[in-house]
């Protein structure tokens, strides 16, 4: 198989690093202390969750909820939900009983999908019903036999529910209630998740032990990439791994994607100039993904955009020479276009440098844009 994964885990064979966060956040867990884990999106947060459940699966009970594709109060009541029933918990048997009751508990209505999960539906008519479903989850768990860990992934999306401050307040007591579950809270939008745990006025300030993941160290990734391609008996040269890491800021997904896409050729590219030859084939494709993105931004923020794209990091956005080439004429202006691209996440900030979030987005801007 193809060591370079674009989804999911599946071991920690082909999980690259992260020694030290996992290190943090397994001591945090078996020590009762939740966790608050922040990463921009695609750089293998969710992995890193899955790799945390695989080291402590044979202690913990590990439920993973996605709150991604949630808007409101009964989406995540349903997901949290889900999880459980999906989980180890109810893996034997013997359990069938206990989810019977589980079910009748939180007024759902069970089903069995084409790919032969099982899944509920919540139906609730009220606030403090869906709190009260919520509750019934936690003493459930609360009363396994074994310790248990919920993720929520993506748990800035409760934000941006109509009922946000309630629920925050309403699982920040069920928190403090229950022992014998522990809690990662996962998020990708910064000012979201620290409004959320540092702010003084907020249910969760400083509840939680925060981590941020930061980019691999390049030297492990690099040994990490040289190393499956010799057990996949592929030889591949030091200066194009090397060229690979820097062409993608070090953000994994466009890593892994890469490093995917050279593995798979029949013949591995022997320079840089042969891997631009593949590689710009493989961009022309995403023309799919990014014909519409001029419509979706106003001329200027797309006019930066493709500015920043050329230079692939940019430090003075206000300088003459960057204004000139994303063709804006005042600081002021050129200052909002850059708040309003960090919102719609087309930009973000690493240090004191701006880049492009879509890396591949990057490239297809200054090669065919």
């Known amino acids: ?52 459940f695989n080291h402590l699966k044979e202690s ?10 949630t808007t409101s109060l009964s989406g995540f009541i349903n997901e949290a939900a889900n999880a459980v029933i999906q989980s180890t918990i109810f893996s034997k048997r013997s ?23 099982p899944s509920v539906d919540i139906i609730y008519h009220d606030r403090n019903q869906v709190f009260n479903r919520l509750e019934e989850i936690f003493q459930f768990l609360e009363g396994n036999s074994s310790q248990v860990i919920i993720a929520f992934d993506e748990f800035q999306k409760i934000k941006k529910y109509t009922d946000s401050m309630p629920l925050e307040a309403k699982l920040r007591s069920l928190v403090q209630k229950y022992h014998n579950i522990r809690f ?6 910064q000012h979201l998740i620290s409004d959320i745990f540092s702010s003084i006025d907020r249910p969760f300030y400083q509840s939680t032990r925060i981590i941020e993941l930061k980019k691999i160290d390049t030297s492990h990734y690099h040994q990490f990439i040289m190393k499956h391609f010799h057990a996949g008996n592929k030889a591949i040269s030091d200066t194009l791994v090397s060229h690979v890491l820097t062409l993608c800021h070090g953000h994994t997904y466009y890593i892994q ?21 593949i590689y710009l084939d493989f961009i022309a494709e995403k023309q799919v993904f990014y014909a519409e993105l001029p419509h979706r931004l106003t001329r200027h923020q797309f006019s930066t955009t493709k500015a920043i794209a050329s230079f692939g990091k940019v430090e003075g956005v206000t300088t003459r ?7 804006i004429g005042s600081p002021g202006t050129m200052q909002a276009v850059i708040k309003a691209l960090k919102e719609k996440q087309v930009i ?14 990057e ?3 200054r090669y065919f844009g």
């Open 1 to 52: 198989m193809n060591p370079f994964l674009l989804k999911g885990y599946i071991s920690p064979q082909y999980f690259c690093d992260r020694e030290k966060e996992s290190d943090k956040i397994i001591n945090s867990i078996r020590n009762q202390q939740d966790i608050t884990l922040f990463a921009i999106r695609r750089t293998g947060k969710s992995a890193l969750i899955f790799h945390i």
């Open 257 to 277: 994607a890469i490093c995917n896409l050279i593995y798979s050729q029949e013949k591995i590219p022997d320079t840089i100039d042969e891997f631009e030859e």
């Open 95 to 117: 359990f069938s009983k206990k989810l019977t009751d589980f079910i009748r508990a939180i007024g759902a209505s069970l089903s069995i999908g084409n790919d032969g999960k």
């Open 184 to 189: 990662i809270f996962s998020g990708s939008e």
């Open 363 to 365: 490239h297809y801007l």
């Open 348 to 361: 973000i900030k690493e240090g004191v440098a701006y880049r492009l979030y879509d890396v591949f987005l």
């Open 60 to 69: 913990y009970d590990c439920l993973y909820v996605d709150l991604w594709g």
């Open 321 to 327: 020479e960057f204004m000139a080439k994303a063709e």
